[in-house]
Nanobody, 126 residues
């Protein structure tokens, strides 16, 4: 089993920045990719970004390219999401996800991940 714990959410004004963290524990050594998803009220959960533990290869949703950066600290088994120039439309619950199945590509969809954190709220005021 793998446990994921997110932190770093909060309230920020438009144009501001936040950094989310996701710490993996348990059988974290078995993970291949780590991702961030978000879910706005009344909407489906959507892919934001993901990173491959081994290579550091990344993938981003078009809506956040150039503003968000995903990174990882292998030693701490922690993944980060640096969010800059935040917009009110970024308001959502942000979820960390982990994929324990090896694959050629990073999958930008919920089905590509088998472990999930509890989520952290990000609110961007205008």
């Amino acid at each position: 089993q793998v446990q994921l714990v997110e932190s770093g959410g909060g309230l920020v004004q438009a144009g501001g920045s936040l950094r989310l963290s996701c710490a993996a524990s348990g059988r974290a050594f078995s993970l291949y990719d780590m991702g961030w998803f978000r879910q706005c009220s009344g909407k489906e959960r959507e892919f934001v970004a993901a990173i491959r533990w081994s290579s550091g290869r990344t993938r981003y949703a078009d809506s956040i390219k150039g503003r968000f950066t995903i990174s990882r600290d292998n030693a701490k088994k922690t993944v980060y999401l640096q969010m800059n120039n935040l917009e009110p439309e970024d308001t959502a619950v942000y979820y960390c996800a982990a994929d324990s199945r090896d694959g050629l590509s990073i999958i930008p969809a919920m089905g590509g991940y088998d472990y999930w954190g509890q989520g952290t709220q990000v609110t961007v005021s205008s």
